[in-house]
């Protein structure tokens, strides 16, 4: 997992959560993700959207990519396609991402890097693994999640941020026991590089085998953890969290999870969990494959603008590695 890892005593370290023991979050349910093919058809787990969780309130759909370790020949990526209404963040850790996107925004993402790209009113985009990459292969991991954006950001102008994985705030939990990586919001006071249009937490934490990790959270902010790796429990509870599952949290003030005493051997460093949240959008939600919008009648708009070539035409510059004929609607 070359995603960023460091001796935690080097960090900085958070403060001891200070909620009391009955103001911690409980958890409200484990969700089990669908395992599907994504783009050209590489494998995701998705723990939302689901026939059982639709959709996580200011998020609307979490990918783990991988891990995959692709032959040679074998790594894949999407075609051009659309979007509009949200935001992709997408978050590798091992392996590494081409991006373009039709307002000039791109770039080469790996081993901790974040691209966010901000669809607002309507943007193309890849998402490919290097040349290089197909022709030899090699292990593959990382995590899209969308975020939505309410009524009044829909339409705003697209936007691309470029967040370099030695950008993250990186911190120790009080007993050394977890690492946190802070991609945007505030954990304990620290900040995250990522600017967000509304208040919103993500993170990365490796937390090793037996140790418990205790946050303050937000007041207002919705929470959940996904394991990605490995397994453990969540909050004081103890309710079991499997690899591939993500937990959701009712309300309160601090989150509690602990890795289990034994992880897999492929996970190396303990148990690696997303941990996110944020301020609920509470509005409708219509969607349909790459548009996220509030109506039905503003995702036909969506496709008929997308038709009309508003949403940017591929870059000529640009070589797309798939003829635009061939390019179905998908996230
Ligand atoms: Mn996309």
Redesign the pocket.
């Known amino acids: 997992m070359p995603a960023i890892y460091t001796d935690t005593l080097t960090l900085p370290r958070l403060p001891r959560a200070t909620a009391d023991t009955q103001e911690f979050k409980k958890v409200k349910g484990i969700f089990d993700s669908v395992s599907t093919l994504e783009?050209e058809g590489f494998p995701v787990r998705r723990p939302f959207p689901t026939r059982w969780l639709n959709f996580a309130d200011p998020f609307l759909l979490l990918d783990q990519m991988g891990a995959v370790d692709y032959a040679p020949g074998e790594a894949k990526g999407?075609p051009w396609?659309?979007?509009r209404g949200f935001e992709?963040v997408t978050y590798i850790m091992d392996g590494v991402m081409d991006h373009r996107d039709s307002h000039g925004g791109g770039g080469t993402i790996t081993n901790g890097d974040t691209q966010w790209?901000t669809?607002g009113s309507g943007i193309l985009?890849?998402?490919a693994p290097p040349e290089w990459l197909v022709v030899k292969g090699g292990l593959f991991h990382g995590v899209?999640l969308w975020v939505n954006l309410p009524a009044t950001q829909k339409f705003a102008a697209p936007k691309y941020q470029d967040i370099r994985s030695n950008q993250l705030a990186l911190i120790s939990s009080d007993d050394g026991g977890s690492l946190i990586r802070v991609i945007a919001g505030s954990i304990g006071g620290f900040e995250g590089p990522g600017t967000t249009q509304t208040p919103i937490i993500y993170a990365h934490a490796t937390i090793s085998p037996g140790a418990r990790l205790e946050l303050d959270w937000p007041a207002g902010h919705s929470a959940m953890v996904y394991s990605l790796l490995g397994s453990g429990t969540s909050g004081k509870e103890r309710t079991r969290t499997k690899e591939g599952q993500l937990a959701l949290f009712g309300s309160g003030k601090a989150i509690s999870i602990e890795a289990d005493l034994s992880q897999p051997s492929y996970s190396s460093y303990g148990w690696e969990v997303l941990i996110l949240g944020g301020v609920p959008i509470n509005e409708p939600v219509a969607r349909y494959g790459?548009f996220v919008m509030n109506t039905q009648d503003e995702i036909k708009a969506a496709f008929e603008d997308f038709q009309a070539g508003k949403m940017g035409s591929i870059p000529v510059e640009r070589i797309p590695h798939r003829s635009e004929a061939d390019t179905p609607l998908?996230?």
Do not use: D, K, L
Request: aromatic share 0%; charged share 15%.
């Open positions: 783009g999407t396609h659309p979007h992709t790209m669809a985009h890849i998402e899209q790459p998908e996230g």
